[in-house]
C-alpha cells in the first residue's frame, strides 16, 4: 500500500494507555461510536457478499463447495482483521491471541459445514438461507470485542465478574443484532444500549456490569 | 410461507454436495499470510480508519 493510497483514509495507532485508536495525524482518540461505524461498515460489505452469493447458490448458478469457499473467505478475513483492529494492531496479536482466534474460525468453520449441510439437504428455505448468512457478517465484530477486552483484567478488577458474551457473538435473543457496544471506564467494562430497540439478554448484560474483560 | 414462495422453494436445485472444513481452499487457522490478507481486505474497503499503519504502535 502506498502512501498515496493511504492519504484517503486515516492512519491510526493504537494507544495502549487510553485502551482505544487515535489518529495519527493529530493524536485524537477515535470515539467508540466511530470505531462502531467502522466495524458496522465492513459488516455490512460483508453481508451484502454473503446475501449475494446465497441467492446465487439458490438460482442453481453457484455450487455449494463454491459458496462455502466463498462464505469461508470472508468469514476468515473479516474475523481476522476485526482481532487486529481489537487488539490494538498486528504488534498486539500474540500467540494467545492467535489461538483464540482460531479456535473461533474452527467454530465459525463448524458452523458453515452445518449450514451447507442442512441446504444439500432441503432444509432451509432461500429467504431463511439469505438471513442465516448474514449473520456470519453481524457476528463478525464480536472477534473485536474478544480481542480489545483481554487486557481488562488485573487486581483492581478482581471484584467484578467476566464479561459473559461480547456484542455481536450471536448468543443473545437478538443474535448479535444490535447496537450494543462495550466502553471502559474506571469502574470496569459496561455494556452500552445505545439508542436501537434491545433484547432482554443486552438489557439483562447491561444491567449486570461492570465486568472484567477476562 | 406464500404459495408463491412455496412454488419457488420447491423448484430449487442446490448444485454439488457440501465439502468437509478442511477442504475449503483457504486455511482454517490464521498464518502470517491470513494476517497480511486481513489488513488489506480491511483497508482496500470502504471505511476511514485505515488500520495498516506503517507504524504499529508507534
Known amino acids: 500500500m502506498s502512501f498515496d493510497e493511504v492519504s ?3 492512519q491510526i ?13 493529530t493524536g485524537a482518540t477515535i470515539a467508540t461510536p466511530a470505531i462502531h461505524a467502522e466495524i458496522r461498515s465492513h459488516a455490512v ?9 446465497t441467492t446465487s447458490l439458490y438460482a442453481a448458478e453457484t455450487p455449494v463447495a463454491a459458496w462455502q469457499n466463498a462464505m469461508w473467505a470472508e468469514i476468515k ?18 500467540p494467545e491471541a492467535i489461538a483464540r482466534l482460531n479456535a473461533r474460525l474452527a467454530e465459525e468453520a463448524g458452523h458453515l459445514a452445518n449450514f451447507a449441510q442442512d441446504i444439500a439437504d432441503g432444509k432451509v428455505s432461500v429467504l431463511k438461507a ?3 448468512a448474514r449473520q456470519y457478517a453481524q457476528g463478525m465484530e464480536s472477534s473485536y470485542w474478544d480481542e480489545w477486552k483481554q487486557p481488562l483484567t488485573g487486581p483492581e478488577l478482581d471484584h467484578l465478574p467476566i464479561l459473559p ?10 443474535h448479535g443484532n444490535c447496537q450494543c457496544t462495550l466502553l471502559f471506564t474506571d469502574a470496569g467494562i459496561i455494556w452500552k444500549l445505545n439508542p436501537a430497540s434491545h433484547c432482554t439478554g443486552c438489557i439483562s448484560l447491561a444491567a449486570g456490569g461492570p465486568y472484567r474483560g477476562s | 410461507m406464500s404459495d408463491d414462495a412455496q412454488q419457488e422453494d420447491d423448484n430449487l436445485v442446490i448444485i454439488g454436495d457440501p465439502i468437509d472444513p478442511d477442504e475449503f481452499q483457504v486455511s482454517l487457522t490464521v498464518t502470517p499470510d491470513s ?13 476511514d480508519l485505515y488500520i495498516g499503519a506503517l507504524e504499529w504502535n508507534a
Open chain 1, 45 to 53: 460489505l460483508s453481508g451484502n457478499l454473503f446475501n449475494d452469493i
Open chain 1, 165 to 174: 458474551t461480547t456484542p455481536g457473538n450471536g448468543d443473545t435473543p437478538c
Open chain 1, 130 to 132: 439469505r438471513d442465516r
Open chain 2, 35 to 47: 494476517i497480511t490478507d486481513a489488513i488489506d481486505w480491511w483497508d482496500e474497503r470502504a471505511g
Open chain 1, 77 to 94: 478475513e473479516g474475523r481476522t482483521a476485526n482481532a487486529i483492529f481489537g487488539a490494538g494492531g498486528v504488534g498486539n496479536m500474540s
Open chain 1, 8 to 10: 484517503l483514509g486515516f
Open chain 1, 13 to 25: 495507532t493504537w494507544n495502549e494507555e487510553q485502551h482505544g485508536w487515535q489518529l495519527v495525524s
